[in-house]
């Protein structure tokens, strides 16, 4: 079992979206976008060799749980 820390800091912020940066031990950065209105994310800017996704799941997967709790914060992490 591969373990994970994803950092994710917030880079931009407007009424319909925020975006984050999201790093892994390396660091290499990406960046997601989640909408408000759906929880919806997506990656603006892969992360450099995260082919499989790996790292942007568990990125995603951490600000949606944010959001779902009716917060986006300036800056979270995802261990495991």
């Not at 925020?18 to 990656?43: C, M, P, W």
Request: net charge negative.
């Amino acid at each position: 079992m591969m373990a994970f820390h994803v950092i994710l800091t917030k880079c931009f912020e407007d009424q319909d979206s925020a975006r984050y940066r999201f790093e892994s031990d390396g660091g290499e950065a990406g960046t997601l976008a989640i909408k408000k209105s759906s929880g919806e994310v997506t990656v603006v800017e892969p992360l450099p060799g995260d082919e499989k996704g790996h790292v942007f799941s568990r990125a995603a997967a951490k600000i949606r749980k944010e959001w779902k709790a009716g917060r986006l914060p300036d800056a979270t992490e995802w261990a495991s």
